[in-house]
């Protein structure tokens, strides 16, 4: 079984970019699952059962979505492998862009839109730094120069990164981001062992733990203040 790595921020477009995907492996007769980690809500795994796709979603609750990844996927190869599913997609929710789902030895994919802001890329973190293929999408509303202008901008954040142009809503561009992703001598029984490619920040303050109370005294472990000095004349 494949296993393929989905992030990228919010309203992207992950899930559209991964149903045309599918479809085009449908025809090639891959049977493929999604298994989808968001934070509060998902409906999306409505639209892929109704693609008749196997799906699973896991929400994360208080945690951060990439921890709760990082602490599931192994359970979750293992309902792909029962499934005989030929592979397997997650998506993450990429809420948090200080940390990055993708493990080394598995292909990993950011999906991110033009309408996001050319200074997007350099916010985003090591969901775009370390992925090993990066969606660009929602071009058809954007002039040629400006798709032009974001690619740059996400190459020269992650210039080894294969950038592609996929549309989400007519699935130009998901046959060959497809044909990239699927590896026919790849056959993953088991995660277990296997490494993060960025280490996730694990630090504590005392608001992660349940404070709600404002103020110095009520504040524990790890703290980080804004520097509000004023320079003197």
Known sequence: MNLIIFSGPPSSGK????????????????KVGVVKFDCLYTDDDIAYEKAGIPV?????GALCPDHFFASNIEEVVNWGNQEK???????????????SPYLKEMKGVCVIDNLSGINTPKKIGPMLKSADY??????????????????????????????????GLTGQGAYELGSLLYDENQDIQSVQGMQLRFPMPSALCSYCLGETRIGEAYQMGNIKKIDLKVDKP
Request: proline share 1%; glycine share 4%.
């Open 134 to 167: 990066v969606v660009i999408t929602k071009g058809d509303i954007v002039s040629q120069a400006e798709r032009e202008v974001f690619a740059s901008c996400v190459s020269s954040v992650n210039p080894r990164a294969v950038i592609m142009h996929v549309n």
């Open 56 to 60: 699973k979603k896991g929400l994360s």
């Open 85 to 99: 599913l030929d592979l397997l997609i997650t998506e993450s929710a990429g809420l948090c862009n200080r940390c």
């Open 15 to 30: 899930t559209s970019v991964i149903l045309k995907t599918i479809a085009a492996f449908k025809n090639r007769n891959i």
